[in-house]
Nanobody, 115 residues
Framework: VHLVESGGGLVQAGGSLRLSCAVSGTPFGIRTMGWYRQAPGKQRELVATIRYEGGNIDYADSVKGRFTISRDTVKNTMPLQMDSLKAADTAVYYC?????????WGQGTQVTVSS
């Protein structure tokens, strides 16, 4: 399984960005996918998760009502729409795929929110 994130960048507070995670390879056995983030000096934290087929969505409290995770099963991507961005959202964002036995990570994409 190969995961590639895209869509990061620099945005002002209150703005929006749309990340995407492209899935390639043999995605056999993937149960859930998710977005995580890691800010400088902090541990990697969960942002949102979704079942591989879509549905059963969960969000971190800090992003509820502002971020929207989804699955495009035709293109095999996982978008993350981020609205009302805050400086606290600044981090490297990672795509994750979990088979229950193996966990796959993308290389990450930087999101910087200027206040």
């Amino acid at each position: 399984v190969h995961l590639v994130e895209s869509g990061g960048g620099l945005v002002q507070a209150g703005g929006s960005l749309r990340l995407s995670c492209a899935v390639s390879g043999t995605p056999f056995g993937i149960r859930t996918m998710g977005w995580y983030r890691q800010a400088p000096g902090k541990q990697r934290e969960l942002v949102a998760t979704i079942r591989y087929e879509g549905g059963n969505i969960d969000y971190a409290d800090s992003v509820k009502g502002r971020f929207t995770i989804s699955r495009d099963t035709v293109k095999n991507t996982m978008p993350l729409q981020m609205d009302s961005l805050k400086a606290a959202d600044t981090a490297v964002y990672y795509c994750n795929a979990n088979t229950g036995r193996y966990i796959y990570w993308g290389q990450g994409t930087q999101v910087t929110v200027s206040s």
